[in-house]
């Protein structure tokens, strides 16, 4: 089976054929850096993650662009609460966000560009625009002519007549129609801005992104990814200013994950119900955040409760404890491979395709999830053996990588053995094997607060996280 997308575009799902054999072109929205990112901007975060992820596994080189809109309404207003400027607000929640990718075992981006790097390209485009006739200046503001764009509409399958009749009375005079969009916004009086053909001033929103992905990945991208509140306006408007210029599609395939409810009420500021990353980082693992998010196909709402996140973490536990199990075991293991191993490997092999045939029916994650508790099944049927071969962990231990190479659900090495926690174990042998209870009940109470459970087990004793 082929790899196959759902595009927002035909609302089908699609065989994915790449521009370029062995490469993907692929652009996700980025944040508005005026404060801190919330669970629903980590979903697209972490999902095009390991979209990105699952492509590198199956042997494409993957350019990955993610934008930081780093000048807008937004970082003006934060810079003057703040009493500072909108590049010091912007370099404030860059670096938070980087913490936050980092903090949920997020690869970086291929390239983070930001606006105020590009206002030469985003400047060129936008005359480009009023040279064809697609955009007009008034009162120094200039305005995309949606007018000119017959295919306005056709991402969120919306026409210029039902647009209209959604515009509210009292439509900026400075525009042509009320479906036309800002490009150019002129300075008002102490805004950060710069010169242009049409005076002072800023990029509007929209454009930001056709010239950055357009200077970085060409007239027309493989993927194209956001929210689905993108749809409209904002891919909307990508479009009709990438294809008025390079009369090609702007992206080949269209992909928009749903959206995040908060205790099964939609997150929205008029609620007050929204959490942080940087919040949920101090009381729930990356683990367990990344498990959440995958556990639900991208294209459905998703719902964060406390009861959500329990079973996140149980599931998380489980598969935790299975590859700690074999680390462990790998430890007494005969190196002779035993008689299973064969029909092990096979077993193995069967799961993986298993997993790759749901991840290539449009990401399914969660079907996904399903075959790596298949491989967690399979592991502890295997530890029930007295004895274990080297040959036969070692397969297993491979393909739990191989899936969290894609899932990158767990930090094979910070969840497993840590030199320090079995220093501890071991002094704590010593001492009840000389007798001091004492400095071996001190030794465990010291494991317990760092969330180590001990365990004694027919192979001797071995330590898992809480």
């Known amino acids: 089976m082929s790899l196959r997308i759902y595009n927002t575009l035909s609302r089908e799902k699609e065989d994915f054929t790449p521009l370029e054999p062995g490469k993907v072109k692929m652009y996700v929205c980025g944040p508005t850096v005026y404060d801190y990112i919330h669970i629903g901007n980590a979903r697209p975060a972490i999902f095009f993650d390991v979209v990105r992820r699952y492509l590198e596994s199956i042997g494409y080189e993957v350019t990955y662009v993610v934008n930081f809109t780093d000048v807008d309404d937004k970082l003006i207003r934060k810079a003057e609460q703040l009493g500072t400027t909108v590049p010091e607000v912007a370099e404030r929640f860059i670096k938070a966000f980087k913490e936050n990718i980092e903090g949920l075992r997020i690869n970086k981006a291929s390239l983070n560009p930001r606006v105020t790097d590009h206002i030469e390209e985003i400047i060129a485009f936008i005359a480009e625009l009023v040279d064809r006739g697609h955009a007009y200046e008034s009162g120094g503001d200039v305005y995309y002519r949606t007018s000119t764009f017959a295919d306005y509409g ?11 009749l959604g515009i509210r009375i ?5 525009k042509e129609s009320g479906q036309d969009f800002v490009l150019w916004k002129a300075a008002k009086p102490g805004e950060i801005k710069w010169d242009s053909p049409w005076g002072a001033g800023r990029p509007g929103w929209h454009i930001e992104c056709s010239a950055m992905a357009r200077k970085y990945l060409g007239d027309t991208l493989d993927i194209h990814g956001g929210g689905h509140d993108l749809q409209f306006p904002h891919h909307e408007c990508e479009i009709a200013q990438s294809e008025a210029v390079t009369g090609k599609p702007l992206a080949n395939y269209w992909m928009h994950n749903g959206f995040i409810n908060i205790n099964n009420e939609k997150m929205s500021k008029s609620l007050s119900n929204g959490i942080t990353v940087q ?53 007494v293991a005969v190196s002779e491979a035993d008689e299973s191993v064969p029909a092990l490997e096979a077993r193995i092999g069967e799961i993986k395709a298993q997993f790759n045939a749901k991840m290539d029916d449009d990401f399914n994650t969660p079907d996904g999830i399903t075959a790596l508790f298949d491989l967690v099944s399979e592991a502890n049927l295997y530890l029930q053996r007295p004895v274990v071969s080297e040959a036969a962990i070692n397969l297993l231990l491979e393909a739990f990588e191989a899936f969290n190479r894609v899932l990158g659900l767990l930090d094979i090495e910070e969840e497993l053995l840590d030199a320090d926690i079995d220093a501890l174990i071991v002094a704590r042998t010593e001492a009840r094997t000389n007798k001091d209870w004492k400095r071996a009940d001190e030794i465990r109470d010291q494991l317990s607060a760092l969330g180590i459970v001990i365990e004694d087990t027919p192979q001797g004793i071995r330590w898992r996280r809480k």
């Open 154 to 164: 056709k991402l969120s399958h919306q026409n210029l007549e039902e647009l209209q």
């Open 170 to 174: 009292g439509v900026d005079e400075r």
């Open 279 to 331: 919040e949920i980082l101090t009381r729930i693992k990356p683990a367990v955040i990344r498990y959440f998010m995958l556990s639900a196909h991208y294209r459905s709402p998703l719902n964060f409760s406390d009861e959500t996140i329990a079973q996140a973490e149980n599931s998380v536990e489980r598969i935790v404890n299975s590859v700690t199990n074999l680390k462990h075991r790998l430890s």
